[in-house]
């Protein structure tokens, strides 16, 4: 496609975006234009040894060796320097690490996984909660439950689970951190079964940022349990999480690729693919950019029996695909072949959440695709089943209606390429725009008051009455954030 092309694209979207969103549209690319970010402010040297010796785990300042590795997040368009990284141990470390934030009057990070789409595991100038190291994960086979630290990645939930044959709804890409994954919602191969991770949380221990260490359940702060099922991290650090599992063992897996021109034809045929799949048949649809025109990838994942699983994928088979991995393996080995983004590399994603993909999405996507520079792709999230029978209110998490998350996603590894993918992504979200009915809150790339109601809808003044009680004065604020006032 040639450039000019392109750039019409990218105009015509720009002129949409700040006729409706003015202050939004590249704040992305301003945000993160100024290369390596500020030095990290100092904390004097009586306070950082009262620090160490209150607490069981580590304490990391930039003069440390491990300092430059500790601070790198998976998105690598963020390089931010905090002053200081507690590597927690427990509980206990956490709360001393809140109250030595607030007394400092320091901005507070907090660490899982890492993958925050806007880098929100780090700080420039604060202090960060790395939860990394606490990564443990039981399991009690009888009672069907994983008792998870909040550090742990779906790798290591998804591995001790399967040693039992089981497994609960946890993210595609292994790397992901499950707490910040399921305090966000948490969309995996097995929410069409199971429902989201989120729906399969029992239990979690949480500090406050007043040092409590509180059980949010249904019989205990339920409020809290409530609000933490979706509404992320803004009511507390979650240290401990209790799953629900099920049992899960061979799955037929992999991917179908296609040739290309084909999209508008395969979109429609992975439509009625679905409309005819019971719930044990999770599949997406990747479009891809390529030099003769965009190619569509069907990634499947089928949790029931691999007979069945086999004879309803052949419709999408009779589409003759180019390429063909679907086969029958274990949940795990699934798992860990998943992933859209499995290396850390600089990005930026959005998305939106369409209620129908009809034709005019359709002639949308297929556009956006054909104009799409090469580390650019879209990716649709089916939402049905399990996930779209819970009721709006019974959680924070607000996507219920059965519909389509849609993914945007930029890669680049210099500064055109950037430019870019950015405009691009904006570009992208644009078009898809007026046909859209929220997002999807971990999945948000960029923030605002806008983006952070539509993630919540009716659910959000609720949510704010919750952040008022537990953290009034909006100490975890690096986040999609909702505001106590």
């Known amino acids: 496609m040639a450039l000019t092309t392109r750039r019409q694209f990218v105009q015509q979207a720009v002129l949409t975006a700040t006729a409706l969103y003015p202050r939004r549209f590249s704040a992305f690319l301003k945000d993160t234009a100024g290369g390596p970010s500020q030095n990290p402010a100092s904390v004097d040297a009586a ?172 019989e205990s702060n339920p409020d809290l349990f409530w609000a933490i099922r979706g509404g992320g991290g803004n009511f507390g650090v979650v240290t401990t999480l209790e799953y629900q599992l099920h049992p899960v063992g061979e799955v037929v897996s992999g991917t179908l690729l296609y040739p290309s021109g084909r999209v508008p034809e395969l979109l429609h045929a992975f439509l009625n693919f679905l409309t005819a799949a019971p719930d044990e048949m999770d599949a997406i649809a990747q479009l891809l950019p390529t030099l003769r025109g965009a190619r569509l990838k069907i990634d499947l994942c089928y949790c029931g029996d691999p007979r069945t699983g086999n004879d ?57 695709i054909n104009h799409a520079p090469a580390k650019c792709k879209a990716i649709i999230v089916p939402l049905r089943g399990a996930i779209s029978r819970i009721g709006l209110s019974d959680s924070a998490f607000a996507l219920r209606q059965p519909g389509y998350e849609i993914d945007i996603t930029g890669l680049w590894s210099t500064p055109a390429e950037k430019a870019e993918a950015v405009q691009w992504v904006e570009a992208t979200r644009n078009s898809l725009q007026p046909l859209a009915n929220g997002v999807y809150v971990n999945q948000l790339g960029d923030t605002s008051a806008e983006l952070v109601r539509s993630a919540y809808g009716p659910n959000y003044a609720r949510l704010v009455e919750i952040k008022k009680k537990y953290d009034p004065s909006n100490v975890l604020r690096l986040n999609q954030n909702i505001k106590p006032a």
């Open 47 to 218: 306070s950082l040894r009262k620090l160490v010796s209150e607490i069981s785990g580590h304490v990391i300042t930039p003069e440390a060796s491990e300092y430059e590795s500790a601070r790198l997040v998976f998105n690598r368009a963020f390089d931010r320097r905090p002053a200081v990284i507690v590597r927690c141990a427990g509980p206990s470390d956490v709360a001393r690490t809140l109250d030595f934030a607030q007394t400092k009057k320091l901005p507070l990070a907090v660490l899982g996984g890492g993958h925050s789409r806007l880098g929100y595991g780090m700080c420039d100038g604060g202090v960060v909660i790395d939860l990394s190291g606490m990564k443990r994960v039981e399991v009690d086979p009888g009672k069907r439950v994983a008792l998870a630290e909040a550090g742990a990645l779906v790798r290591d939930l998804d591995e001790a689970t399967q040693r039992h044959g089981l497994a609960t709804t946890s993210g595609g890409c292994p790397t992901v951190g499950i707490a910040g994954l399921t305090l966000g919602g948490g969309e995996g191969r097995l929410m069409d079964k199971y429902g989201a991770a989120c729906d399969n949380l029992l239990r979690a221990q949480v500090v406050t940022v007043d040092g409590r260490q509180l059980e949010a359940s249904r």
């Open 312 to 368: 309803l994928v052949r419709p999408l088979r009779a589409l003759k695909p180019q390429d063909d991995s679907v086969k029958v393996m274990s949940y795990l080995e699934a798992q860990l072949a998943g992933g859209f983004l499995l290396t850390p590399v600089a990005h930026f994603q959005t998305n939106l959440f369409l209620r129908e993909l009809g034709v005019p999405a359709i002639a949308a996507i297929t556009t956006a």
